[in-house]
């Protein structure tokens, strides 16, 4: 699967990068959407936040398979 998505030109710094925007993503959801609030009211946007910031280690993991690859 990596070899197939370098082979379309997805590299290793484009998953670095997603990785670092989807933890500033979570955090910005996390306050835009109630986070910072007592109550059921801001449950769901805490938990898309969290959602999206568990992206970053998967993308971080692509990144990291990519630049091991051997050409």
């Known amino acids: 699967m990596l070899r197939k998505l370098k082979s379309l030109g997805y590299s ?3 998953s670095y990068a997603l990785g670092f925007l989807s933890v500033i993503g979570s955090i910005v959801i996390w306050f835009t959407q109630g986070g ?6 801001g449950a769901a946007g805490e938990r898309f936040g969290i959602f999206v910031g568990l992206w970053a280690p998967t993308f971080m993991a692509i990144g990291n398979g990519i630049d091991n690859l051997k050409d």
Not at 36 to 41: A, D, P, R, V
């Open 12 to 14: 290793a710094n484009l």
């Open 36 to 41: 910072t609030e007592s109550g059921l009211e």
